[in-house]
Nanobody, 114 residues
Framework: QVQVVESGGGLVQPGGSLRLSCAAS????????MGWYRQAPGKQRELVAV???????NYADSVKGRFTISRDNAKNTVYLQMNSLTPEDTAVYYC????????WGQGTQVTVSS
């Protein structure tokens, strides 16, 4: 059984920072990529950032220059450092694990508000 667990969400003021973590555990042979998606109320889930097994990264245009995705292969963990947050970043953030199958975490709420 594979588990994907996010942590690190919360309430932050505009201009602030948060760091999300996502740890994958269980029985899987190889991780091809891990990434972060988000879903705001009334909107579709969208890609935020992804990092492959060889370290290649891809970001949504809306977060480029503000968010940084990184990983710790030994811990099967991926991080999302979010800086210069705006109210438009408010959403539930989901971690995605891409092996031969895809797995999702339960989501963590990020709220940017004064």
């Amino acid at each position: 059984q594979v588990q994907v667990v996010e942590s690190g969400g919360g309430l932050v003021q505009p201009g602030g920072s948060l760091r999300l973590s996502c740890a994958a555990s269980g029985s899987f042979f190889r991780i091809y990529a891990m990434g972060w998606y988000r879903q705001a109320p009334g909107k579709q889930r969208e890609l935020v950032a992804v990092i492959t097994s060889v370290g290649s990264t891809n970001y949504a245009d809306s977060v480029k220059g503000r968010f940084t995705i990184s990983r710790d292969n030994a811990k099967n963990t991926v991080y999302l450092q979010m800086n210069s947050l705006t109210p438009e970043d408010t959403a539930v953030y989901y971690c995605n694990l891409h092996t031969v199958r895809e797995y999702w975490g339960q989501g963590t709420q990020v709220t940017v508000s004064s």
